[in-house]
């Protein structure tokens, strides 16, 4: 167990939907990472955030967005929900912006 | 932007050695990682290299060699367990986050 949370482990919908996935960081960490994982394109960084703020972004699509709230957990948000968007969404956490990554255990969405 | 390549699939025998081998080209260096995952679960942390050379670490070792964009991990006295797939990813220098190569998928047999 990294100490990372995500909710909820399973997620299935239908296309055009919303969703929200929910992280909560190790206790301590201030760097929260979102990334996608499909069979086809393996682990993606989508953005990360530092202590609230975003720091990075890597191949996040404009319907999907993120937060980062002032009890340090973080919102992924995917908006007009595609079938190619079915994949693990994975979240992890440090200390700082250049340590070690934990990851939480993901959830996996399924859009119909 | 980073390009990282690793075989994609390796097999071994129980008790026998496994060198997975990552090749990376980059415009930013700032260490290499590598993680394990198995299926369907969370990757989990192995090793990091900043600088060249070897780092071991119990049944596990990792080599850097900046020069030519290569790691290498090691693993020993494979275990059953030990079948997963292994991700090299490479830290950029600007904004610290990890781009990951799509694994080798280490299949452990009897």
């Known amino acids: 167990d990294s100490g990372v949370t995500q909710t909820p482990k399973h997620l299935i919908t239908a296309t055009g939907q919303r969703v929200t996935l929910r992280c909560s960081p190790r206790?301590?960490?201030?760097?929260v990472y979102w990334y996608q994982q499909s069979l086809d394109q393996g682990l993606q960084f989508l953005i990360q955030?530092?202590?609230?703020?975003?720091?990075a972004k890597g191949n996040i699509l404009e319907r999907f967005s993120a937060q980062q709230f002032p009890d340090l957990h973080s919102e992924l948000n995917l908006s007009s929900l595609e079938l190619g968007d079915s994949a693990l969404y994975f979240c992890?956490?440090?200390?700082?912006?250049?340590?070690?990554?934990?990851f939480g255990p993901g959830t996996r969405l399924t859009v119909l | 932007g980073q390009n990282i390549d690793q075989p994609t699939e390796m097999t071994a025998t129980e008790g026998a050695i496994v060198q997975i081998n990552c090749t990376y080209q980059?415009?930013?260096?700032?260490?290499l990682f590598w993680y394990q995952q198995h299926a369907g679960e969370a990757p989990t942390f192995l090793s990091y290299?900043?600088?060249?050379g070897l780092e071991e670490k119990g049944r596990f070792s990792s080599f850097l060699s900046r020069s030519k964009g290569y790691s290498y991990l090691l693993l020993k006295e494979l275990q059953m367990k030990d079948s997963a797939s292994y991700l090299c990813?490479?830290?950029?220098?600007?904004?610290?986050?990890?781009?990951f190569g799509k694994g080798t998928m280490l299949l452990v047999s009897p």
């Open positions: 992890a956490s440090s200390v700082e912006a250049d340590n070690e990554q934990f």
């Open positions: 206790s301590g960490d201030l760097s």
């Open positions: 955030y530092y202590n609230g703020e975003e720091r």
């Open positions: 980059t415009s930013g260096f700032n260490g």
């Open positions: 290299n900043v600088l060249d």
């Open positions: 990813a490479v830290r950029d220098s600007g904004y610290s986050t990890l781009t």
